[in-house]
């Protein structure tokens, strides 16, 4: 994928909190409500990879809306590549498996996420776990697709997608691990969440140098 900024709700590293914009992150009191706190709940990669299929993710989040929402766990996320195919030759580095409008803009698998067939793209998973009194989210990488770059595809702007959601989007990046606070200075105005360190796994090793950022 083109450039190393990925757009998520990603659960499992300090962020940094930042004022909303209206347009792009929707009205600013209601905003500052929804990014009040760090967002807590539970995405896919850490135990899925990037190959999780529908009835594996609702299964995690009807699990998470039982036991971990009553604790403030209300974030239930598809990570990574959810648009590509599960292939001979597919994985995490390869090229022409993803699944793409006329735009290039990705949709959902339709081999791993079926309710989305015709058009239906992730609508109907997010009903179902808005449905259980949870948050949805999906992670995507920012830039333009090689496949969609080999392809010459047309592009869609995306502003005008956001600006015609029903209900608010918390928007938070992660510009890889190579990230500090002072990077935010220049984005803080345009997005809800910035993320200032990298992936934390379970070692003390992950763990320690973010006590330094968090001071």
Not at 169 to 196: C, K
């Amino acid at each position: 994928m083109a450039g190393m900024l990925c757009v998520a709700l990603l659960l499992t590293s300090l962020i940094w909190s930042a004022a909303p914009t209206a347009g792009l992150a929707g009205d600013g009191r209601r905003q500052q409500q929804l990014t009040a706190l760090p967002p807590r709940g539970w995405n896919s990669y850490d135990s899925f990879s990037w190959i999780i299929d529908e009835a594996a993710f609702l299964d995690n989040a009807r699990i998470m809306a039982n036991r971990l929402l009553p604790h403030g766990y209300q974030y239930a996320v598809i990570d990574f590549l959810w648009y590509r195919r599960i292939a001979a030759g597919s994985g995490v580095g390869a090229y022409g498996f993803d699944s793409m409008d006329q735009w290039g803009r990705p949709y959902p698998d339709p081999q791993r996420f079926p309710s989305g067939r015709g058009g239906g793209g992730f609508r109907p998973i997010a009903d179902k776990v808005h449905a259980m009194g949870l948050k949805f989210g999906i992670h995507l990488m920012n830039g333009i697709s090689t496949q969609a770059v080999n392809a010459n595809m047309p592009i869609l702007d995306v502003r005008t997608i956001l600006k015609e959601l029903e209900r608010p989007v918390v928007l938070s990046i992660s510009p890889g691990t190579a990230v500090t606070p002072a990077l935010a200075e220049n984005i803080t105005q345009h997005v809800d969440m910035y993320r200032v360190t990298g992936d934390d796994w379970d070692s003390w090793k992950d763990v320690r140098p973010h006590f330094d950022v968090a001071r």
